[in-house]
T-cell receptor, first 113, second 112 residues
């Protein structure tokens, strides 16, 4: 199993540009979570999906952030327009229904200049 | 909602000594408490977890204890080694596939 796959690993973009982060969960996992990690705030939940349906997006910081899960094997997190304060590591994690313990992807390090 | 506090934020120990990291949580409905280890530049990885029906769990040099009455749980690492140096996160949730709420992390340094 290749694990949770995130792309890109690193993204540097200019303020105002659109950024799209991608995640492929482990096959058979039906819950997917997006977290943001910063030194100041630690690991914060942005949004999570069960069976491709968004369940709780209260952690999405602003309307500039959006997330989709069009099918069981793919999710995107989009920031439009991006701002320097969005710079962070964004992690995707998945888990099988009824299971315990997330598997995290390798993360995307986003730098907005 | 759930709030998880973690202490200390940094911890330095001599190689071979023990390390203890403590967490408290606020939501009495929480019943799943994992610990993750994150090495520099890498993903958090699950190292041990405990559910509310047990008070202690061990796996070689690491152990976790849970006190549901006091709403706190701890990670114990014995005979620390330099490769134990990392950031450790505790977390809590009310079931396996609901979101984990994480503590702010403890940076453990094991000095050879």
């Amino acid at each position: 199993d290749a694990g949770v796959i995130q792309s890109p690993r690193h993204e540097v973009t200019e303020m105002g540009q659109e950024v799209t982060l991608r995640c492929k969960p482990i096959s058979g996992h039906n819950s997917l979570f997006w977290y943001r990690q910063t030194m100041m705030r630690g690991l914060e939940l942005l949004i999570y999906f069960n069976n491709n349906v968004p369940i709780d997006d209260s952690g999405m910081p602003e309307d500039r952030f959006s997330a989709k899960m069009p099918n069981a094997s793919f999710s995107t997190l989009k920031i439009q327009p991006s701002e320097p304060r969005d710079s962070a590591v964004y992690f995707c994690a998945s888990i099988i229904g009824g299971g315990f313990g997330y598997t995290f992807g390798s993360g995307t390090r986003l730098t907005v200049v | 909602g759930e709030n998880v506090e973690q202490h200390p934020s940094t911890l330095s120990v001599q190689e071979g000594d023990s390390a203890v990291i403590k967490c408290t949580y606020s939501d009495s409905a929480s019943n799943y408490f994992p610990w993750y280890k994150q090495e520099l530049g890498k993903r958090p990885q699950l190292i041990i977890d405990i559910r509310s029906n047990v008070g202690e769990k061990k796996d070689q040099r690491i152990a976790v204890t849970l006190n549901k009455t006091a709403k706190h749980f701890s990670l114990h690492i014995t005979e620390t080694q330099p490769e134990d140096s990392a950031v450790y996160f505790c977390a809590a949730s009310d079931s396996g596939n609901t979101p984990l709420v994480f503590g702010k992390g403890t940076r453990l340094s094991v000095i050879a």
